[in-house]
């Protein structure tokens, strides 16, 4: 059923409390029907769950994400699933005013969740515990805004849930936001921030591009010159053609236990994180910190880059200890990052200095190959053998940019996943018919951090303020994609490069509201997906970016 944006104004009865609430869900579910009376949110609340159901602390997280920004004190208990149905909801707590009810189901799928919001009694069900955090989240928007910004708001008095029925799932398994702290580093309180929203809009993979040519940014302890050298750079800015470096000492890293902070808190809202340790272009960061084996010219002065671009000061891939550098960075990621996935880049490396290297020259006719791209593809070969030999506990599956398409790709086998990013629809159709699974990550329009409008007051980034929200909206993913195909897209991703973005509030600005608009195209069903629709159920959103503290584009809010 293709449904209409809902919008109902509910006018607290209550005298001194006129708090006007909209039902605008981000992102659109995939049914929803809207009926007359509100859930009060007061008095003794039990929320009651089956004791095998694995969702403790989705539950504990919520009653406290409830207290802190309500004030209501939610009581909580466990039931045996075969003693109890729904119509003996008040065994749970027969003094209760009120019950949540959650309730399991294995037929639905992983993330997918049923909500039904009655006077007095919410129901919600779900197959795994992701599919209940997802329902408390939509349960925090159809609140105040400022339950989801985690704020408490001492001028309410009443609490209330408009009476809905909601039957939803992703449409896409894969919802991503990759941010590059390469080239300028935010610090972990940020990626924090960026986190909440992504749990927000139902986001479910933080892709954390951690090193580049202008800094490595993450503690590798087997090499500790990647972050004693390899994450200072001399000039805050990157140089780019009348912008020149501005001799500024510049940088920052995340130590391991940062990092295992930032993942701890990433699960907790059902985020994994992907880790790109971009190798072996891309790399020139790494190579100041070791040039004695990672460079292909040791003999000449290596520094942090400074400037924008590609570097040509790519990895020796010819030389032992570079391959055996770039499985230890492997093995020391894999402890860190407990997930499915590792990114290894593969994008934009030139082969000129591979080109007038002997070991690199030798290397190429072992391989009985006259195209030195394929240089590039025997090292990846080999670092997917070294993970293949790991305990099933520790294996990872490889990420690479669609570049890695060009050369013998087929020695990497069809295991592999292709973020589609230059010509994307091509080269995702070219992935998914050599068997590899894609993600579709569209420089043209899901590269966020370029300029959003072109109003005089738009901060400076790349771009002609072409990439709109409405052109971001509008981008339609797997568009014409034939149905023998479509098992190989694993979803979409907006992706944040940050050249000329050198603060937290820029990265918000460029960053609000477009991530929701690929966080919708992510769930949402294309057949219920409008931008006028759309533009009016973002409304809301300013006063949740606001009570979060965040900055975002103010243009397409009327």
């Not at 406290?64 to 209501?72: A, D, F, P, Q, W």
Request: hydrophobic letters at 40%.
């Amino acid at each position: 059923m293709k449904l209409k944006s809902i919008l109902i104004t509910i006018l607290c009865a209550v005298c001194g409390v006129t708090v006007a609430q909209e039902i605008s869900l981000i992102p659109q579910p995939a049914q929803m029907t809207v009926n007359e009376g509100a859930f009060l949110l007061q008095g003794k609340v039990a929320l009651c769950y089956p004791k095998d159901a694995g969702v403790n602390d989705v539950v504990d997280n919520f009653i406290k994400e409830i207290k802190t920004t309500t004030g209501v004190k939610i009581s909580k208990s466990t039931y045996k699933k075969a003693k109890m149905l729904g119509a003996d909801v008040k065994k749970c707590n027969k003094k209760a005013d009120a019950h949540i009810t959650l309730d399991t189901d294995a037929s639905m799928g992983a993330e997918a969740y049923k909500l039904t919001v009655k006077e007095r009694l919410i129901t919600i069900t779900a197959a795994q515990p992701a599919g209940f955090f997802y329902a408390f989240q939509t349960l925090k928007q159809l609140l105040p805004a400022n339950v989801m910004a985690g704020v408490y708001d001492a001028s309410a008095t009443e609490w209330r849930i408009p009476c809905v029925s909601i039957t939803d799932e992703p449409r896409f398994a894969w919802r991503g936001f990759m941010l590059d702290e390469g080239r300028h580093f935010y610090g972990k309180e940020e990626i924090k921030k960026i986190l909440d929203i992504m749990a927000a809009y139902k986001m479910n993979r933080f892709h954390w591009h951690l090193t580049e040519d202008q800094g490595w940014r993450i503690e590798i302890k087997k090499y500790p010159k990647l972050t004693e050298v390899g994450a200072w750079r001399n000039s805050r800015v990157c140089g780019w053609g009348d912008v020149k470096p501005d001799g500024i000492r510049y940088g920052g890293y995340y130590t391991q236990k940062d990092a295992r902070e930032i993942v701890a808190y990433a699960k907790e809202r059902f985020i994994e994180i992907v880790p790109e340790v971009d190798i072996p272009g891309h790399s020139q960061a790494a190579v100041a910190s070791y040039p004695e084996f990672l460079a292909c010219d040791p003999e000449n002065p290596h520094e942090v880059w400074l400037w924008q671009g590609v570097s040509a000061d790519v990895i020796n891939v010819s030389h032992p200890k570079a391959v055996q550098f770039a499985k230890d960075v492997i093995d020391e990621l894999t402890a860190i990052f407990p997930f499915g996935y590792i990114h290894l880049g593969g994008d934009e490396c030139p082969t000129h200095k591979w080109e007038k290297n002997s070991d690199c020259q030798a290397l190429l006719k072992e391989i009985g190959s006259q195209n030195y791209r394929d240089l590039q593809i025997n090292f990846y070969r080999q670092l997917k053998e070294h993970i293949a030999q790991k305990p099933a506990r520790e294996q990872r599956r490889l990420i690479f940019w669609n570049e890695v398409l060009h050369g013998n790709t087929a020695a990497l086998g069809n295991d592999i996943t292709i973020m589609a990013w230059i010509g994307a629809d091509r080269a995702a159709k070219e992935a998914a018919s050599r068997g590899m699974n894609t993600i579709l990550t569209p420089q043209i329009p899901y590269y966020i951090n370029r300029k959003q409008s072109n109003l005089p007051t738009e901060p400076h980034s790349q771009g002609h303020g072409t990439e709109t929200v409405e052109a971001v909206y509008n981008y339609v993913p797997m568009k014409d994609v034939p149905a023998e195909l479509a098992t190989k897209y694993m979803g979409v991703q907006a992706n944040f490069w940050t050249e000329w973005v050198e603060t937290p509030d820029h990265v918000q600005y460029l960053l609000l509201p477009r991530l929701a608009a690929v966080a919708e195209a992510g769930w949402t069903p294309q057949e219920l997906r409008n931008y006028k629709d759309f533009e009016q159920r973002l409304q809301g959103e300013a006063l949740f970016y606001r009570l979060k503290g965040v900055n975002y584009g103010k243009h397409v809010f009327k």
